[in-house]
């Protein structure tokens, strides 16, 4: 098994002459849920996970704030030609991450806590520049079919 993973490792991130790895190079959405923990740390959340996937979908951060679970959505953009950053969280974007936080919260034995779903929108036109973060908190209620919360 070590040597299939080393084999893996030599063929997806070395170059041909063996090289020494290189970072990858990270996405501007990567880049967005960096600056979306960093601002959560600073008001005081705790971030339990990060990228969670499940078979019902993802969840870009899973925060604790109090005795609150909050699942965030990140959406992060370099300019508004597109719409603003959260307006990309639409209804079947809520229905999935409703979903995925449910069976994150049984997963976890965690159904007895109040939870919420925010929306952190990050408009980072220069990314040698703060970026410009709107943070909304209840951004929407749990959507689909079926009762998620008592």
Do not use: C
Not at 53 to 66: K, T
């Amino acid at each position: 098994m070590r040597r299939l993973w080393q084999t893996l490792r030599t063929l997806f991130f070395r170059g041909s002459a063996g090289q020494s790895e290189r970072p990858a190079r990270r996405s501007l959405g990567e880049l967005g849920e960096d600056e979306a923990v960093r601002f959560l740390k600073s008001k005081g959340y705790r971030i339990l996970s990060r990228q969670m996937r499940n078979s019902f979908g993802e969840i870009d951060i899973i925060a604790e704030e109090g005795r609150t679970i909050v699942f965030v959505e990140v959406k992060t953009r370099t300019d508004e030609s597109g719409g603003k950053p959260w307006e990309a969280v639409n209804q079947k974007r809520q229905e999935r991450m409703t979903r995925a936080a449910l069976a994150w919260l049984k997963k976890t034995r965690r159904l007895d806590r109040s939870a919420r779903f925010d929306v952190i929108s990050i408009l980072w036109p220069d990314l040698n520049k703060p970026a410009d973060i709107t943070h909304f908190p209840r951004a929407f209620d749990a959507q689909g079919r079926g009762q998620m919360f008592r």
